[in-house]
């Protein structure tokens, strides 16, 4: 799926193909709360790095955060995800991580192609959620992140690359 998105401001713009279009997984970790987390949690969508072409690169700052709550983190002690954001607006805008480099996380709040609806929501690192948070019953929760990958769930669902 052909997906476009863009920061608050206008000054930066993107364009990527997806095969994981579906935002069906909330991440409650400090990290993604605190930098894009309105609801108490951000959602990621996957693309392809290869396939991205950004309109107003000099725009984004990258924010690399010394702590995670997986407790993994690089020989530098920043961190291995590198979260673009636009540094007039401070839109969150992706992730990107250096272990993956044909992939790119998307912060849906930034994609401006109207998403499909997922059949049903995933929220992981739950034990790092905001107290004042409520997920609704029934719906999956991991206290951190389950084996099934996005490329996996979308897969197992038959979702991947359909759109």
């Keep these: 799926m052909h997906l476009e ?3 608050h401001c206008g000054k930066v713009r993107y364009s990527v193909e997806s095969n994981t279009p579906y935002p069906f997984s909330r991440c409650y970790c400090s990290t993604c709360r605190k930098l894009d987390g309105g609801g108490g949690y ?3 969508i996957m693309a392809e790095a290869p ?3 950004i309109e107003g690169a000099e725009h ?3 924010y690399r955060s010394p702590l995670n709550d997986r407790g993994m983190y690089e020989e530098d002690g920043l961190g ?3 979260r673009n954001f636009c540094k007039y607006c401070g839109t969150m805008m992706w992730n990107a991580n250096a272990k993956y480099p044909d ?3 998307l912060f849906a709040s930034a994609v401006d192609t109207p998403l499909p609806v997922p059949p049903e929501m995933r929220h992981t690192m739950v034990k790092h959620k905001a107290p004042w948070v409520k997920i609704p019953d029934g719906e999956q929760q ?3 992140y389950p ?3 996005i490329e996996d769930w979308h897969k197992n669902r038959g979702l991947y690359g359909k759109l």
Excluded: H, V
């Design 5 to 7: 998105g863009s920061c």
């Design 103 to 105: 992939w790119i996380y």
């Design 60 to 62: 984004l700052s990258i």
């Design 142 to 144: 991991f206290d951190q």
């Design 147 to 149: 084996d099934e990958s």
């Design 42 to 44: 951000a959602i990621n």
């Design 51 to 53: 396939t991205m072409k």
């Design 80 to 82: 291995f995800s590198r």
